[in-house]
């Protein structure tokens, strides 16, 4: 079995846990980075951001970019920070995480560039997110795509930057993977994107395939099935 296609059967399983969860108190755990390690880059803010509907001052850090192993809901997942101004632990659970609307949270159109961001990362054609340096190359250009509002992406210039550190390493380096996937987002995402919002960690963004017509249509067809069996049982006691 492919890595994507392993992916995509997570995914599918977080997808179910998904829309079976409100939007309540849950506990996060996290268990190291999901492809063994991240990459060292300075991220710096050139004016004041809005996010999750609050103002954060202008920052200038070193910070490590990768994805996480998460477990929420019994579910195991691969995720990204979201919100850069506050941490979280590698190995630690968390209480008071709740799920929250990425169209709501982030807005339509980051949301969207999320999804987007998602699926040239992790179903492009051999430049798939699949270790430390491609994972840290998504966690930079999500920042990018959070926290500009230049109207273009360049990590570069603009409210958000990032540079140097291991992240500037390689050929290409995570940087250099960051910038060519924000250039090249295709017009169609193929994952919808919400967000695990905590008050005192950092948020967790959460990924879930966009089901297929056909999908769509097993599933009405499914429920259809489960409606007759149901008659008939019931028909049957009386």
Not at 24 to 34: C, F, Q, R
Not at 58 to 82: L, M, Q
Not at 123 to 137: E, I, L, P
């Given at each position: 079995?492919?890595?994507?296609?392993?992916?995509?059967?997570?995914?599918?399983?977080?997808?179910?846990?998904?829309?079976?969860?409100?939007?309540?108190?849950?506990?996060?755990?996290?268990?190291?980075?999901?492809?063994?390690?991240?990459?060292?880059?300075?991220?710096?803010?050139?004016?004041?951001?809005?996010?999750?509907?609050?103002?954060?001052?202008?920052?200038?850090?070193?910070?490590?970019?990768?994805?996480?192993?998460?477990?929420?809901?019994?579910?195991?997942?691969?995720?990204?920070?979201?919100?850069?101004?506050?941490?979280?632990?590698?190995?630690?659970t968390?209480?008071?995480?709740?799920?929250?609307?990425?169209?709501?949270?982030?807005?339509?159109?980051?949301?969207?560039?999320?999804?987007?961001?998602?699926?040239?990362?992790?179903?492009?054609?051999?430049?798939?997110?699949?270790?430390?340096?491609?994972?840290?190359?998504?966690?930079?250009?999500?920042?990018?795509?959070?926290?500009?509002?230049?109207?273009?992406?360049?990590?570069a210039?603009?409210?958000?930057?990032?540079?140097?550190?291991?992240?500037?390493?390689?050929?290409?380096?995570?940087?250099?993977?960051?910038?060519?996937?924000?250039?090249?987002?295709?017009?169609?995402?193929?994952?919808?994107?919400?967000?695990?919002?905590?008050?005192?960690?950092?948020d967790?963004?959460?990924?879930?395939?966009?089901?297929?017509?056909?999908?769509?249509?097993?599933?009405?067809?499914g429920?259809?099935?489960?409606?007759?069996?149901?008659?008939?049982?019931?028909?049957?006691?009386?």
């Amino acid at each position: 079995m492919t890595r994507k296609h392993r992916l995509n059967r997570t995914a599918l399983a977080l997808a179910t846990a998904v829309a079976a969860t409100p939007a309540l108190a849950d506990t996060v755990t996290t268990s190291g980075w999901y492809f063994g390690g991240g990459k060292s880059v300075n991220t710096k803010t050139t004016a004041t951001v809005i996010y999750g509907g609050s103002s954060h001052s202008p920052i200038d850090k070193s910070v490590s970019a990768g994805a996480f192993r998460a477990t929420w809901n019994g579910r195991t997942f691969e995720t990204y920070c979201t919100d850069i101004f506050q941490t979280i632990g590698l190995t630690a659970t968390y209480s008071g995480f709740s799920l929250h609307d990425g169209d709501a949270w982030f807005s339509p159109a980051k949301a969207r560039d999320l999804g987007r961001l998602w699926t040239v990362a992790h179903d492009g054609a051999g430049a798939d997110a699949v270790d430390a340096k491609s994972s840290a190359a998504f966690q930079i250009a999500a920042w990018e795509i959070l926290y500009e509002s230049s109207g273009s992406y360049n990590l570069a210039s603009g409210v958000f930057r990032a540079s140097g550190g291991s992240a500037a390493t390689g050929s290409p380096s995570a940087l250099q993977l960051a910038g060519t996937w924000l250039g090249s987002l295709p017009s169609t995402s193929l994952y919808s994107v919400d967000v695990l919002v905590s008050a005192t960690r950092q948020d967790l963004l959460v990924a879930t395939p966009v089901p297929e017509p056909e999908s769509y249509a097993m599933f009405i067809a499914g429920l259809g099935l489960m409606a007759v069996v149901a008659r008939r049982r019931s028909m049957s006691l009386a």
